[in-house]
């Protein structure tokens, strides 16, 4: 779920990543924002531009996860042991790729 976009600046996303049945998926950010029940666990995930000088910049991304209860802290700690490897080789696999983009070798860019 988009969270906030500032263009040229950042983005974030956010997704419930641990939900017991019952649990209604948020449908808008607000919603997203006030989740606190009982056994769920969300993430949320940036693209930060900074300005690095002498004409670059400098991309940054983080992750931060909340989950709402010591059941739900288990429960991710069990789901981030499986997918860790993977996440972080797709962000790196997209990090690459705002580079080659922010570099004019991109998606049907020359070069």
């Known amino acids: 779920m988009l969270l906030a976009d500032e263009p040229e600046r950042e983005l974030v996303v956010g997704i419930v990543v641990i939900a017991p049945g019952g649990v209604k998926r948020p449908a808008t950010p607000e919603q997203f924002k006030a989740l606190a029940t009982p056994g769920v666990a969300k993430a949320v995930m940036n693209f930060l531009i900074d300005d690095a000088g002498d004409a670059a910049s400098l991309v940054v991304t983080e992750t931060r996860v909340h989950a709402a209860d010591a059941s739900a802290r288990r ?3 069990r789901y981030w042991a499986l997918i860790r490897p993977g ?4 962000r790196r696999m997209w990090l690459r790729a705002v580079k ?3 570099e004019g070798r991109g998606s049907g860019s020359q070069g």
Do not use: T
Request: without cysteine; aromatic residues 20%; glycine residues 10%.
């Open 75 to 77: 429960r991710f700690a």
């Open 87 to 90: 996440s972080g080789f797709i």
């Open 100 to 102: 080659r983009r922010a």
